[in-house]
C-alpha cells in the first residue's frame, strides 16, 4: 500500500514570498499521478497541480511550482509571491497509473500554511 | 453552477441514530468517492463507486454503507452512529471511471460536518 507523508503541520511565509513544502511518499509502482490540492477555510479542496511520474519535468502552475525528485520519491510544492489568498491546508496526493480500487487518492496528512501581511 | 453538490452541510447526531449523507455532481462523470476527514489526517476513502450500479469497499469502510442511485447519486448512510464517526465528509467524482493512464483529477464537493454525541 502507498503511504503520504507530509512532515510539516504548519508553515507560515510572508507575504510576496516563497515558501516550499514537503511531501515524500512511499510506492512500489513506477508509474503513478501526484497531486497538491488545497483546501480553504470554505472547505473545498482545490486541485492546485499535478504531476505524472513518467515526466522528468517538474509540473509549474503560474506560481505554483513543483520539485518532483523520483528517486527520493519526494515531491515539493513551490509557491512564489504568496497571497493572503494563498492561506489554506495543502494536502499532497497520490494516485496509481493502475486501475485499481477506482483510481482512489492517497491522501498526505496535510500542511497548513499561514500568510503573514 | 456545476459541480459536486452535498447536502447538509452540517449535523448533529445521538449516537445510535441513523443518517444519509447525499451526494449529486451534475458533470456526468463514471466515478464517485466518499472520504472522511479528520483532525491532523489527509482524507482516507470510505467507499467508491467505479461506474453506475458498482461499489466497492475503500480504506476504512467499517460502519457504513452506500448507494449508487444512478449516475448523478452516491449517498452514504451511518445505521448506527459512533462518536468515532465525527469527521468532515466529502463526496467525489471523476470522469474515468475503468480507464487506465488518464490523470482527471477529482472534484470534490464541500464536505458536510457531522458530530456525534
Known amino acids: 500500500a502507498q503511504t503520504v507523508t507530509q512532515s510539516q503541520p504548519e508553515m507560515s511565509v510572508q507575504e510576496a514570498e516563497t515558501v516550499t513544502l514537503s511531501c515524500t511518499y512511499d510506492t512500489s509502482e513506477s508509474d503513478y499521478y501526484l497531486f497538491w490540492y488545497k483546501q480553504p477555510p470554505s472547505r473545498q479542496m482545490i486541485l492546485v497541480i499535478r504531476q505524472e511520474a513518467y515526466k522528468q519535468q517538474n509540473a509549474t502552475e503560474n506560481r505554483f511550482s513543483v520539485n518532483f525528485q523520483k528517486a527520493a520519491k519526494s515531491f515539493s510544492l513551490k509557491i512564489s509571491d504568496s497571497q493572503l489568498g494563498d492561506a489554506a491546508m495543502y494536502f499532497c496526493?497520490?494516485?496509481?497509473?493502475?486501475?485499481?480500487?477506482?483510481?482512489?487518492?492517497?491522501f498526505g496528512g496535510g500542511t497548513r500554511l499561514m500568510v503573514k501581511p | 453552477n456545476a459541480g459536486v453538490t452535498q447536502t447538509p452541510k452540517f449535523q448533529v447526531l445521538k449516537t445510535g441514530q441513523s443518517m444519509t449523507l447525499q451526494c449529486a455532481q451534475d458533470?456526468?462523470?463514471?466515478?464517485m468517492y466518499w472520504y472522511r476527514q479528520d483532525p491532523g489526517m489527509g482524507l482516507r476513502l470510505i467507499y467508491y463507486s467505479a461506474s453506475e450500479g458498482t461499489t466497492d469497499k475503500g480504506e476504512v469502510p467499517n460502519g457504513y454503507n452506500v448507494s449508487r442511485l444512478n449516475k448523478r447519486e452516491f449517498s452514504l448512510r451511518l445505521e448506527s452512529a459512533a462518536p468515532s464517526q465525527t469527521s468532515v465528509y466529502f463526496c467525489?467524482?471523476?470522469?474515468?471511471?475503468?480507464?487506465?493512464?488518464?490523470?482527471?483529477?477529482?472534484?470534490f464537493g464541500d464536505g458536510t460536518r457531522l458530530s456525534i454525541l
Open positions: 496526493a497520490y494516485r496509481s497509473w493502475l486501475n485499481n480500487a477506482g483510481n482512489m487518492l492517497t
Open positions: 458533470m456526468n462523470h463514471n466515478s
Open positions: 467525489a467524482s471523476r470522469p474515468e471511471g475503468l480507464t487506465t493512464g488518464f490523470d482527471q483529477p477529482q472534484h
